[in-house]
């Protein structure tokens, strides 16, 4: 009987790997790029889509293997309903015919230590306690991956041929696969979201019945399946038709925004007391001046110190006011978070980062000792947002601020001043962990847990 899967007890893993630094003779995928983006989006859809985003998890193109694995590891041990690997580059076959799939640090001489090896691929799938496990593989030779499944030697009881499984590779155990030039996707990948924009829900073996017809009708290789039990009756595309019964959370946004008015008051308050001390000390200055060399003459400096304290407190005030945007929004959705600044003259300014091009995000203070807080707070908090955009995707913005040298050179970025739009780190966390589900982290010893390139002097 068909069905669709449950969305919180489902994961996914979708990996594509379009460069090989350390193999030269595996050519560039460009196409896979797109392959990942486009089927993250079909899976995630609000209406059309089977998975929540933060449950399908796009994997760094640049990670190691070990990284990989442990992703694939991670979603398989927290499935209980569908784990699905998908993956796409270059599939290699070492000289006992076993396959493996490429990472960007793969040699292609020695994959058996560099790459990732479908019989340990297997392992995981076999080991979790999904109710229904998809392989699909969009390589050269991933046919082989059929066999490997199929082959019941080595797993506990011979319990699993895999039960449950249903993989479908892009070609045969023997055969390329192919990248079309000038293609925005590859050949399997692009019959398979095409498969998936169908009108009506699919299941997997209609999705790959679809797919060959595809391939077949441009005279591309067959591509090939195989499936236990029931796991062919399991749907994997809604169709536009379809009512999304995943439960709607009533918040569709959370902004969080500061007016000119209120920056302005923010900025009086904070500058008003060492403002004030300051004048008093330069004030001061004569009349001490005065009583130690006994010549009243310099009491005449009072006025010309103190309107020159006047006449800078002025020019600062001037510049700082001048300088806060009329309007500044930061609003924090289920596809993106998103600066919006409004400055009159000068025009508005939006910046906006898709969550799918998001790896983490999180919010940190200034780098220590880089600024001093007693001077720079001119709004409530001086905490950053901050991101790591997945590899190959530049940061939309020709304002980058640089909070820490050492960070920006392992691809993080500022989006903004969080203090800037009235909000509190508590509140900005509670919004990201709402939308953007895992790549939320919370600490500094959350990124370094995640990031292992990172060092607690970094920070």
């Not at 990201?432 to 600490?443: K, S």
Request: aromatic share 6%; charged share 25%.
């Amino acid at each position: 009987m068909s069905r669709f899967p449950d969305p919180a007890r489902s994961r996914a893993v979708l990996i594509g790997v379009s460069h090989f630094p350390e193999s030269p003779g595996l050519a560039d995928l460009p196409a896979v790029r797109e392959n990942v983006a486009s089927l993250w989006r079909r899976l995630t859809h609000d209406v059309t889509g089977v998975l929540e985003p933060e449950h399908c998890e796009v994997a760094d193109p640049e990670g190691s293997t070990a990284d990989i694995g442990r992703a694939i590891g991670r979603a398989a041990e927290e499935a209980s309903d569908l784990l699905l690997v998908y993956y796409a580059g270059h599939g290699l076959v070492d000289d006992r015919g076993r396959l493996y799939l490429a990472t960007h640090a793969t040699r292609a001489e020695a994959p058996k230590y560099s790459a990732l090896g479908v019989d340990l691929l297997r392992e995981d799938l076999g080991g979790s306690g999904a109710a229904a496990r998809v392989l699909i593989l969009d390589c050269c030779f991933s046919g082989r991956a059929i066999e490997v499944m199929s082959d019941e030697d080595g797993l506990v009881d011979g319990q699993l041929s895999i039960a449950g499984t249903y993989t479908m590779t892009s070609t045969t155990s023997n055969a390329p696969s192919y990248a079309l030039a000038g293609e925005r996707y590859t050949a399997f990948t692009g019959a398979l979201l095409a498969a998936l924009d169908s009108p009506r829900p699919l299941s997997l073996d209609e999705i790959y019945r679809s797919v060959v017809a595809d391939l077949r009708s441009r005279g591309l290789p067959r591509p090939r399946q195989r499936a236990t039990d029931t796991a062919g009756a399991l749907l994997l595309a809604r169709g536009p038709g379809e009512p999304d019964t995943r439960p709607a959370d009533p918040v569709a946004e959370v902004r969080f925004s500061r007016d000119r008015a209120a920056a302005k008051g923010q900025l009086k308050r904070n500058a008003a007391r060492p403002l004030a001390f300051t004048s008093s000390f330069v004030l001061a200055m004569p009349v001490l001046f005065a009583w130690l060399n006994h010549d009243p003459s310099w009491l005449w400096g009072i006025p010309v110190f103190g309107g020159a304290c006047a006449t800078l407190a002025g020019l600062i005030a001037l510049v700082s006011v001048w300088s806060l945007p009329r309007q500044a929004e930061l609003v924090i959705d289920r596809s993106a978070v998103t600066v919006e600044v409004h400055r009159g003259t000068a025009g508005a300014g939006t910046l906006r980062i898709p969550w799918r091009d998001v790896s983490h995000v999180g919010v940190l203070p200034p780098k220590r000792g880089s600024v001093n807080p007693k001077l720079t707070r001119v709004y409530e908090g001086n905490h950053l947002l901050v991101v790591r955009l997945r590899p190959s995707v530049p940061f939309p913005s020709t304002k980058d601020m640089r909070f820490s040298a050492d960070l920006h050179e392992l691809g993080y970025r500022v989006v903004a001043t969080i203090g800037s739009f009235g909000a509190g780190k508590e509140e900005v966390l509670a919004a990201l962990d709402r939308f953007a589900g895992d790549r939320v982290l919370h600490t500094e010893q959350e990124f370094l847990a995640r990031d292992p390139r990172i060092r607690p002097k970094m920070f």
